[in-house]
């Protein structure tokens, strides 16, 4: 199983990016997976930012990400991007995605729910 995220960089604040993670090696289908995007900045703990397919089939998104982040999937092609609009200082972080069973996260995003993890991507906002 391999999770490989990509489209992190250096952007100004009140820019955008998109961040893409590739799926592969899964045993299901990628839709019957509960999928995650999570950052960690440096000297704090990792949080959810945006969840997909959990609780019953509903989004989740952090106080954080909420109205400018977009969790989207595309099954057949096992994608999961992340789009990430007016971009904030305080959204520097390494960005990971994560993939888990279903049952896992039905009670929320949690990174504890999610069983496999892909190398996080790096995202820089300047003032």
Not at 39 to 59: D, L, Y
Request: hydrophobic share 30%; proline share 4%.
């Amino acid at each position: 199983v391999q999770l490989q995220a990509s489209g992190g960089g250096l952007v100004q604040h009140g820019g955008s990016l998109r961040l893409s993670c590739a799926a592969s090696g899964f045993t299901l289908e990628l839709k019957y997976y509960a999928i995650g995007w999570f950052r960690q900045a440096p000297g704090k703990e990792r949080e959810a930012v945006a969840c997909n397919n959990i609780m019953g089939g509903q989004t989740f998104y952090s106080d954080s990400s909420k109205g400018r982040f977009t969790i989207s999937r595309d099954n057949a092609k096992s994608t999961v991007d992340l789009q990430m609009n007016n971009l904030k200082p305080e959204d520097t972080a390494n960005y990971y995605c994560a993939a888990g069973p279903k049952w896992r996260s039905r009670y929320g995003c949690y990174s504890h729910g999610m069983d496999y993890w892909g190398y996080g991507t790096p995202v820089t906002v300047s003032p």
